[in-house]
């Protein structure tokens, strides 16, 4: 196989606050959204009080992404560890943490990528104003963007905004739509999206005038959609729904406005946000100067009709929705799954980098990728997650390929450094190259443990990109 990566391609790996760091009211941290629904299941799973403890960890957990070789690390700050209540007084103490671990990252030679805000909303901030779905919310994540860009833009020059607002959106328990009545649900659903819209800008707006060579842009769940069939309806339904799950969204971000269909859809069915006449010139100005892709998967669709009991755009379901007068999802015979149901599709992998590029050419960095599945530590007290490595390998070379296709792909960071608290299933679902010995209702002595896919994408990284 010919090595199309380049000499400065970013090797590294994945993790979120929530996920990773515990410690979740220490130093003055405030709660956030993912803490409050996080415990809701602390009788069924871990919760973010200790998670994979990187707060208490760090110092081991960066010298193993050293020994790793890492290039970079993707991670992200927790708005309510740097501001507790979202829009107040700032919280010096945490400041000093994450100053820390970027000073520790660029000793080793790992450079921060950092993500303002990975699903982790302070949730002074939904008891105050309903979170985004209020103008407040905008302005509150501009200040918090603003005070990182002055604490660590002398040393951090790789940003990014939200993780996957194209994904959050349709969860209602991280967009915290609770209080809701259910008639009302997709009006705000639209609101809160127009208004992350508009706080990515303003943010990525400002990182361009505080930050001299700083680069940001936003990550987005990618999604890649087959037709069920070659019926033109259903080719139809498969682009309508990475359009309604994802394009949009690029739209948004690359172009500065909703696509025709969007707006069509948001009119129709009367959901479209209040805007006010400034937002325009800040949306527009706000072009990213990369755009992340997570990738984990390929679903396919086919057409559905509206019918007597289903009106043009009603929905079915949360995170995959089906939507009336567009398509529906089905499941693809032609691939295995996870024990999850992701289906797993490095050629989907390659689709999507192509298409990224062509649409809208930016570069791009793969910022989360990878397989969640149940890891078992043997009677040698080690891990030979063979099934990992054989996945990610399919993946690198689809990269490999995309890169021979033309695509600008400057990056690659697997999900996830180590392991971490799943958003689903707790410990029980595992993702990382560091196994963390620890279980749901035990966290032990958190011992970390380097897994055979450890020393497999050590080599990977040595070689740059084979082995
Ligand atoms: C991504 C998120 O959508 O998927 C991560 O950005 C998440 O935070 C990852 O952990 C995997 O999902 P899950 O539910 O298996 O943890």
Same mark, same amino acid.
């Given at each position: 196989m010919k090595n199309n990566f380049k000499e400065d391609f970013l090797w590294g790996a994945s993790s979120s606050a929530f996920q990773i760091e515990? @410690?979740?009211?220490?130093?003055g941290k405030g709660m956030t959204v993912a803490d409050f629904n996080s415990f809701k299941k602390s009788d069924v799973q871990a919760d973010t009080? *200790? @998670?994979?403890?990187f707060y208490h960890h760090f110092k081991e957990d960066i010298s193993l992404m050293k020994e790793l070789g890492m290039k970079t690390y993707r991670f992200s700050i927790s708005w309510a560890r740097i501001i507790p209540d979202g829009d107040g007084k700032v919280n010096q103490k945490g400041i000093d943490f994450y100053n820390k671990v970027i000073d520790l990252l660029l000793e080793n030679d790992i450079l921060p990528f950092i993500t303002?805000?990975?699903?982790?909303?302070?949730f002074t901030l939904v008891e105050k104003y309903n979170g985004w779905e209020s103008r407040d919310c905008v302005d509150a994540f501009e200040r918090y963007a603003k005070v990182c860009f002055e604490a660590y833009g002398d040393r951090v020059k790789n940003w990014q905004t939200i993780n996957e607002q194209n994904l959050m959106i349709r969860v209602n328990e991280r967009m915290n739509i609770?209080? *809701?009545?259910s008639e009302n649900i997709e009006k705000v659903r639209a609101q809160m999206d127009y208004h992350m819209f508009v706080a990515h800008a303003r943010a990525t707006n400002a990182c361009r005038e505080m930050i001299p060579g700083g680069k940001i842009g936003p990550a987005v769940s990618s999604t890649m959609t087959y037709p069920s069939s070659n019926r033109p309806e259903d080719v139809w339904a498969a682009q309508m729904n990475d359009n309604f799950k994802t394009n949009y969204a690029l739209e948004m971000y690359c172009f500065g406005e909703y696509p025709g269909y969007y707006k069509e859809y948001l009119t129709k069915c009367d959901l479209y946000p209040i805007t006010k006449p400034e937002d325009e010139e800040v949306l527009k100005a706000a072009k990213p100067d990369f755009i992340a892709v997570n990738y984990y998967r390929t679903l396919v669709a086919s057409y559905l009709p509206t019918n007597d009991s289903h009106s043009f755009g009603t929905k079915l379901k949360d995170i995959d929705f089906d939507l009336y007068g567009y398509f529906q999802i089905e499941k693809n015979p032609n691939l295995k799954a996870t024990e999850y149901g992701a289906q797993i599709d490095p050629m989907g992998l390659r689709l999507v980098l192509n298409n990224y590029y062509e649409k809208y050419r930016y570069p791009l960095i793969i910022t989360e990728n990878g397989l969640g599945t149940a890891d078992n530590l043997t009677d040698d007290g080690l891990i030979h997650d063979d099934y990992r490595i054989n996945y990610l390998k399919d993946h690198i070379a689809a990269c490999n390929d995309a890169i021979a296709d033309g695509v600008e792909l400057f990056g690659y960071c697997p999900w996830s450094v180590m392991d971490l608290l799943s958003s689903h299933q707790g410990f029980k679902k595992r993702y990382g190259f560091?196994? *963390?010995?620890?279980?749901d209702h035990d966290v032990k002595e958190l011992r970390r443990i380097k897994k055979d896919s450890f020393y497999w994408y050590k080599d990977v990284i040595k070689n740059n990109g084979l082995n």
């Amino acid at each position: 196989m010919k090595n199309n990566f380049k000499e400065d391609f970013l090797w590294g790996a994945s993790s979120s606050a929530f996920q990773i760091e515990g @410690a979740w009211d220490e130093d003055g941290k405030g709660m956030t959204v993912a803490d409050f629904n996080s415990f809701k299941k602390s009788d069924v799973q871990a919760d973010t009080k *200790v @998670a994979s403890d990187f707060y208490h960890h760090f110092k081991e957990d960066i010298s193993l992404m050293k020994e790793l070789g890492m290039k970079t690390y993707r991670f992200s700050i927790s708005w309510a560890r740097i501001i507790p209540d979202g829009d107040g007084k700032v919280n010096q103490k945490g400041i000093d943490f994450y100053n820390k671990v970027i000073d520790l990252l660029l000793e080793n030679d790992i450079l921060p990528f950092i993500t303002l805000y990975h699903f982790d909303l302070p949730f002074t901030l939904v008891e105050k104003y309903n979170g985004w779905e209020s103008r407040d919310c905008v302005d509150a994540f501009e200040r918090y963007a603003k005070v990182c860009f002055e604490a660590y833009g002398d040393r951090v020059k790789n940003w990014q905004t939200i993780n996957e607002q194209n994904l959050m959106i349709r969860v209602n328990e991280r967009m915290n739509i609770y209080n *809701v009545p259910s008639e009302n649900i997709e009006k705000v659903r639209a609101q809160m999206d127009y208004h992350m819209f508009v706080a990515h800008a303003r943010a990525t707006n400002a990182c361009r005038e505080m930050i001299p060579g700083g680069k940001i842009g936003p990550a987005v769940s990618s999604t890649m959609t087959y037709p069920s069939s070659n019926r033109p309806e259903d080719v139809w339904a498969a682009q309508m729904n990475d359009n309604f799950k994802t394009n949009y969204a690029l739209e948004m971000y690359c172009f500065g406005e909703y696509p025709g269909y969007y707006k069509e859809y948001l009119t129709k069915c009367d959901l479209y946000p209040i805007t006010k006449p400034e937002d325009e010139e800040v949306l527009k100005a706000a072009k990213p100067d990369f755009i992340a892709v997570n990738y984990y998967r390929t679903l396919v669709a086919s057409y559905l009709p509206t019918n007597d009991s289903h009106s043009f755009g009603t929905k079915l379901k949360d995170i995959d929705f089906d939507l009336y007068g567009y398509f529906q999802i089905e499941k693809n015979p032609n691939l295995k799954a996870t024990e999850y149901g992701a289906q797993i599709d490095p050629m989907g992998l390659r689709l999507v980098l192509n298409n990224y590029y062509e649409k809208y050419r930016y570069p791009l960095i793969i910022t989360e990728n990878g397989l969640g599945t149940a890891d078992n530590l043997t009677d040698d007290g080690l891990i030979h997650d063979d099934y990992r490595i054989n996945y990610l390998k399919d993946h690198i070379a689809a990269c490999n390929d995309a890169i021979a296709d033309g695509v600008e792909l400057f990056g690659y960071c697997p999900w996830s450094v180590m392991d971490l608290l799943s958003s689903h299933q707790g410990f029980k679902k595992r993702y990382g190259f560091i196994y *963390v010995d620890r279980v749901d209702h035990d966290v032990k002595e958190l011992r970390r443990i380097k897994k055979d896919s450890f020393y497999w994408y050590k080599d990977v990284i040595k070689n740059n990109g084979l082995n």
